[in-house]
């Protein structure tokens, strides 16, 4: 079975009780148990961490690079500035991987600081704005790009 690493920026291990109006009132420990539930009904085995470390984030894209794990990735605030880690997440689609680009929040729709990402243009793919339901999507996306290669 396929691996896939769930990987959450800085502030994500405070779902639940940070800004329950933008991001919803479930914490980490909910969004855990939920791609994990997810990642097995479509046959994927999910580890899913968070940081709020950007050289920890980094080193997880050079181990799923190296080991051939797809990603979904929540940079969180990382996405609006992090060019270390737009590079390290560079070298897994360099590596012929998957990577789809969460967030819980559109942020597009909030500050202006929100509205670039330095992710995207590395990522397969983006969704956005749906809270955890994103998740869900983005591991389907997975599962049916290792499904076509
Ligand atoms: C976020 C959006 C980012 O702008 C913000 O810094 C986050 C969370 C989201 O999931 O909506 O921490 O990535």
Request: glycine share 10%.
């Amino acid at each position: 079975m396929t691996k896939v690493l769930v990987v959450n920026g800085p502030n994500l291990g405070r779902l639940g009780v940070r800004q329950p109006d933008v991001y919803g009132k479930q914490d980490l420990a909910e969004l855990t148990r939920l791609c994990e539930q997810w990642g097995s009904e479509l046959g994927l085995v999910v580890e899913v961490r968070q940081t709020d470390d950007e050289a920890e984030m980094i080193g997880w894209m050079h181990e799923a690079a190296d080991h051939g794990y797809p990603v979904v990735m929540n940079p969180a605030a990382f996405t609006h500035y992090s060019y270390g880690l737009s590079d390290a997440a560079h070298m897994v689609g360099d590596a012929g991987l998957p990577l789809m680009e969460v967030h819980i929040s559109n942020p597009s729709a909030r500050d202006e600081f929100r509205k670039r990402s330095v992710i995207s243009p590395v990522a397969t793919g983006t969704i956005t704005g749906l809270g955890f339901f994103g998740y869900k999507l983005a591991l389907e996306a997975v599962a049916h790009i290792i499904a076509q290669a």
